[in-house]
């Protein structure tokens, strides 16, 4: 795959703090990568270096085809970024904003590339100031955008918007990267963000990267789904059937409820209530829930913190 992002060791440190410690990362052309963690564990310095706004102390890293530190000026004409609380006057009006921005960049026809990214954005040509914050959000990516960036840095892109405004902003996202093979960088608080979004997520935490992989990946990696299984009959019996299945990492067994964890929970369903079957168990009902991106954000967060302490 090639990659847009390839940064090896890179690490910032303020007096006083260690923001961010010697963090690889990846990604890859034309995929969605959210950068997740809690407060202070160093997504906003690393989104910072990458697009060049702050020097990192050491490490290295290719950025849109141009290297971070040896030539800035070339990763910044070929990324696109948003920042937090975007940058537009709101006297202006979305047109005359995207023109600006569209000469700033050089674009050929910059009028006929505003009209273009207004319609495309769902936007009239108003003033800023009057624009709701959704229409402001998406304003603010369709800037990022005007010169066709193969590469977009969003920080936190949906920050305070209602849920039907949220939804319209993650279609523009999707559609960046479908329509425009466009690669995202994002930056968000939200896990259900995180997980309806993204191809690929990285975990900071402490300015080190504690988890990376899909949502399903780190969903599966750190919990495996679990199968709740309501039976008549003695649950103890048949927990010892259903332990020797190779797919099950493990079973408890609480009266006449099962709780069995299995790596994939939708696989197994069939072989376990054969399994049950086979020893003369009826099972009443079956669930099966999958841990969400919560509890691997907790599981992950809580683990440093005790290591750390
Ligand atoms: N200019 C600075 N001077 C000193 N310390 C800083 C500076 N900028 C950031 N830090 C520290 O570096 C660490 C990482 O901060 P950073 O803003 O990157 O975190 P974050 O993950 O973006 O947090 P948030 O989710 O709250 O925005 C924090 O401990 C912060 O206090």
């Known amino acids: ?24 990362l990846t990604v890859g052309a034309g995929e969605i990568v959210g950068f997740l963690g809690p ?20 490490g290295t890293a290719t950025v849109a085809g141009r290297d971070l530190t040896t030539d800035p000026a070339g990763v910044r004409r070929r ?7 975007g940058s537009t ?3 202006c009006t979305a047109a005359r904003e995207l023109v600006l921005q569209a000469r700033l960049y050089r674009v050929p026809d910059p009028r006929a590339r505003a009209h273009e990214l207004l319609e495309r954005f769902g936007l009239a040509d108003q003033e800023i100031g009057t624009l709701s914050g959704g229409q402001r959000r998406r304003l603010d990516i369709a ?6 960036p193969a590469l977009i840095f969003l920080d936190e892109p949906t920050t305070g918007l209602d849920p039907q405004s949220r939804g319209e902003v993650w279609r523009h996202i999707r559609d960046l990267r ?17 997980d ?7 975990i900071i935490d402490r300015g080190e990267i504690i988890g990376a992989g899909t949502p399903e990946d780190l969903k599966r990696r750190l919990s495996g789904d679990i199968v709740t299984v309501e ?16 797919a099950v990492r493990s079973v408890r067994a609480e009266e006449r409820t099962l709780r069995i964890t299995v790596e994939h929970g939708d696989r197994i369903l069939i072989e376990l209530t054969r399994a049950l079957d086979a020893q003369g168990v009826l099972p009443r009902s079956i669930r099966l829930t999958r841990p969400t991106l919560d509890d691997v954000f907790l599981a992950l967060t809580t683990r440093e913190a005790g290591r750390a302490a």
């Open 1 to 24: 795959m090639d990659h847009v992002i390839e940064a090896r060791g890179l690490a910032k440190s303020f007096p006083g703090a260690e923001a961010v410690r010697g963090v690889d």
């Open 39 to 58: 407060n202070g564990a160093g997504k906003t310095t690393t989104l910072r270096m990458l697009t060049t706004l702050l020097r990192p102390t050491a």
């Open 79 to 85: 990324i696109g970024y948003v920042a937090q609380g």
């Open 89 to 91: 006057n709101p006297a």
């Open 143 to 148: 800037l990022g955008i005007v010169h066709t």
């Open 178 to 194: 479908d329509e425009h093979g466009t690669a995202v960088f994002l930056t968000t608080h939200y896990l259900d963000e995180a």
């Open 196 to 202: 309806a979004l993204c191809d690929r997520i990285l």
């Open 231 to 246: 039976i008549d009959g003695d649950a103890r019996r048949a927990r010892d059937a259903l332990a020797g299945l190779t």
